[in-house]
């Protein structure tokens, strides 16, 4: 299949929709295109380009005939021509490069965040401990549990710098970056 009308492509391929009903992709489709079309002729347009996919082998339809709890869902075939799983470093699911540099900065400044919190939750902990030894049988338990998340939350900052490094510099010249 060479060409996937445009409204298909948008709604499966580029929203990724997929493990889907009928009645969800009509849904969806009149939420984004508002359109004057009514219900009938966009579940007819649906069921046209769905019989196609499932025809070429792109969709399995799943479930029992004539029931409204028919699912279709995307085959390694549709995979394979419309998320171009033949380069590696690309991954399943492609988006541009600043959505995803915003995406993992997003990421990296709220465990940033994160860390400064639990960072300064184990230093108070510290203090009332140094300041109040009665206490710190009841408090140890806070403490390794602030100075476990201040580690956690640096392992993840450690991995979402890793994967801007690694993908930004092998991407370099794209216009996509996967993970």
């Known amino acids: 299949m060479k060409n996937l009308n445009k409204v298909m ?14 009645s ?11 359109s004057s079309k009514n219900d009938f002729k966009v579940r007819v347009f649906i069921h046209r380009q ?24 995307h085959t390694e075939k549709f995979k394979q021509h ?3 799983l033949d380069n590696p470093k690309t991954g399943n699911y492609l ?24 960072t300064s939750e184990m230093e108070e902990y510290q ?10 049988a009841l408090l140890k338990s806070k403490f390794d549990l602030a100075k476990e998340k201040k580690y956690s939350y640096l392992g993840r900052i450690a991995a979402v710098q890793n994967i801007l490094g690694e993908c930004l510099d092998t991407r370099k010249g794209d216009n996509a970056v996967g993970y």
Not at 24 to 34: A, P
Not at 56 to 67: I, Q
């Open 9 to 22: 492509h948008l709604l499966l391929v580029e929203k990724r929709i997929d493990n889907f009903s009928v």
């Open 50 to 73: 769905l019989y196609r996919l499932v025809n070429h082998g792109y969709l399995l339809k799943l479930g029992k005939k004539n029931t409204q709890k028919i699912r279709y869902i």
């Open 127 to 136: 203090s009332y401990m140094d300041e109040y030894p009665a206490i710190i």
């Open 82 to 84: 419309f998320y171009n």
């Open 95 to 118: 988006i541009p490069d600043e959505e995803f540099k915003a995406i993992l900065n997003d990421r990296l400044t709220k465990y940033r965040y994160n860390l400064l919190i639990s």
């Open 24 to 34: 969800e992709l009509v849904e969806t489709y009149m939420h984004l295109y508002s």
